[in-house]
């Protein structure tokens, strides 16, 4: 079966700090990746997404960027985090693009102090 | 981006009642999904309906889908306290990822 595994679930970074998030997938091949935060009782505000190894694409401009280093791995990072890039940071996959539904990580919990 | 819009934005209800979300949305879709979210937990996939579809059932959960309004709607029956979460609609316009909307939060009370 299929699962997906998103680490760490809370980090308190400060301000300037540098930042990795990653994210990696199993028991598929080739399946789409996509980094979506969530501000406090807020929608979701999709990031990124990977539609194969080092392919990505970005939706926001902002301070992140996002790798793919291989098939099932997808990384969030920064250089110098900002105080605006604390909120609840989700990995997510699906295939044939999203008519089927996707599979979300449990999570990332940040706060930039 | 966010397309769909979920209404009401909290509702309250006491257990065995039926609890109705709506999802409006601006642009033509393939689908819309339907989303539940536990508080500080990853979003889960409820229910697909395809834009050829009118309603689909899954256990105590209907989706309608109007394409001409624009606007779908979720009714869970017979609520149950476990039911208490955030619910997502979220649009598949043929884009290469889903818009979610902000959400609805159901408290469901005993």
């Known amino acids: 079966s299929q699962t997906i595994h998103q680490w760490p679930a809370t980090l308190v970074q400060p301000v300037g700090s540098p930042l990795s998030l990653e994210c990696t997938v199993e028991?598929?091949?080739?399946?789409?990746l996509y980094w979506y935060r969530q501000a406090a009782g807020r929608g979701l505000q999709l990031l990124f997404y990977s539609v194969g190894i080092g392919q990505i694409s970005s939706e926001v401009p902002q301070n992140l960027s996002a790798s793919r280093p291989q098939d099932r791995q997808f990384i969030l990072s920064s250089k110098k985090l900002l105080l605006s890039d604390s909120g609840f940071y989700l990995c997510a996959w699906s295939v044939f693009r999203a008519n089927y539904g996707y599979t979300f990580g449990s999570g990332t919990r940040l706060t930039v102090v | 981006s966010q397309q769909g819009e979920e209404d009401p934005q909290a509702l309250s209800i006491q257990e065995g009642e039926n609890a109705t979300m709506n999802c409006s949305y601006k642009t033509s879709i393939n689908n819309l999904q339907w989303y539940r979210q536990n508080s500080g937990r990853g979003l889960v996939h409820l229910i697909l309906?395809?834009?050829?579809?009118r309603e689909k059932h899954s256990g105590r959960l209907r989706v309608t889908l109007d394409t001409s309004k624009k606007s779908s709607s979720l009714l869970i029956t017979a609520s149950r306290a476990a039911d208490t979460a955030s619910y997502f609609c979220?649009?598949?316009?043929?884009?290469?990822?889903?818009?979610f909307g902000k959400g609805t939060s159901l408290l469901v009370t005993p």
């Open positions: 309906i395809r834009s050829n579809e």
């Open positions: 028991g598929t091949s080739n399946p789409n």
């Open positions: 979220a649009t598949d316009d043929s884009g290469y990822a889903l818009n």
